[in-house]
């Protein structure tokens, strides 16, 4: 068995999947919103290490069909090295259909056309990225080391190249101050990918508000539920989506929204309405529930 290098994050839909861990933290790990690997300094795993964690789980080899590389972005790795475990992996499981990981935009940008493409070929098929905002000036108040040109750029490039997408919004990120060119903003730069899937949740605090006060680059006043939802709003009426899967049904959200564009637009902006034109009486997630 594996033995793993806690704390271990994974995406909700990777839950039956086996989680190979290729690199320990995050490259990055200086988002003023996060705190997934606080506790970890970043390195890149040794290849004799990882394939001796697959030869673990060879006995169970046809129980697997999907397999996602963590830690926090796993297309840190050269090309070479995420090539030798890629045809590993094929190799030690007969029945792998997916290979997913998180990945940051300037990971895929290190990347040629031709070797995304390769990736591809090789059963890398699924890439999770947390674009949080399409907004430059809040990407760059809470530190995100990208932008609006950088993440379109490179997130496209890997469309193209054959590698589907699942990206991630954060409800409430740049507080009241910022709430509108958060949402329009960020409807644009989805507009522009055009993933396969879209998921939005709300930020969270988990070292206190007044912890993320501190790291985040200006005056930050947090939005109420109905002030979350009102920004939700504004970021669904300005998506346009020739096919995407939506999920907004993490643990952190407050109104539950599933649905596909371009079909089920309207009628998650009607579930919104509701909400607003009555607050009193919506049905919303306890705050109880929150995180569970």
Not at 2 to 24: C, D, G, K, M, T
Not at 89 to 104: D, E, K, N, Q
Not at 160 to 186: F, P
Not at 195 to 216: D, I
Request: charged share 25%.
């Amino acid at each position: 068995m594996i033995n793993y290098h806690e704390p271990l994050f994974r995406p909700p839909s990777e839950a039956h999947s086996l989680i190979l861990q290729v690199s320990l933290g995050c490259a990055w790990n200086k988002c003023a919103f996060c705190e997934m690997y606080s506790s970890k300094t970043f390195t890149l795993r040794k290849e004799k290490d990882v394939f001796a964690d697959i030869e673990a789980m060879s006995p169970y080899a046809n129980d697997y069909r999907k397999v996602f590389l963590a830690d926090g972005n796993a297309m840190v790795l050269s090309f070479d090295k995420l090539s030798r475990i890629l045809d590993q992996l094929h190799a030690t499981f007969p029945r792998l259909t997916r290979v997913s990981a998180y990945a940051i935009p300037k990971d895929i940008a290190a990347k040629t056309d031709d070797e995304l493409q390769a990736l591809a070929a090789k059963g890398l098929k699924l890439l999770y990225v947390g674009i949080e905002s399409g907004d430059d000036e809040l990407l760059g108040r809470i530190n995100k080391g990208e932008d609006f040109a950088s993440t379109s750029h490179a997130l496209q490039r890997a469309r193209k190249a054959g590698i589907k997408l699942s990206v991630m919004i954060l409800n409430g990120l740049g507080g009241k101050n910022y709430s509108q060119q958060h949402a329009i903003n960020s409807a644009k730069m989805v507009n522009e990918i055009q993933p396969e899937f879209l998921s939005t949740l709300v930020l969270s605090y988990p070292y206190g508000e007044a912890h993320f006060m501190k790291k985040f680059d200006g005056e930050f006043i947090p939005l109420d539920t109905i002030g979350l939802i009102a920004e939700m709003k504004v970021f669904i009426e300005n998506l346009n989506l020739s096919q995407t899967v939506f999920r907004s049904d993490h643990a952190s959200n407050y109104l539950i929204l599933r649905g596909n564009f371009p079909r089920d637009k309207q009628e998650m902006l009607n579930r919104i309405n509701a909400v607003l034109d009555d607050p009193a009486n919506a049905k919303l997630r306890p705050e109880w529930m929150r995180g569970l």
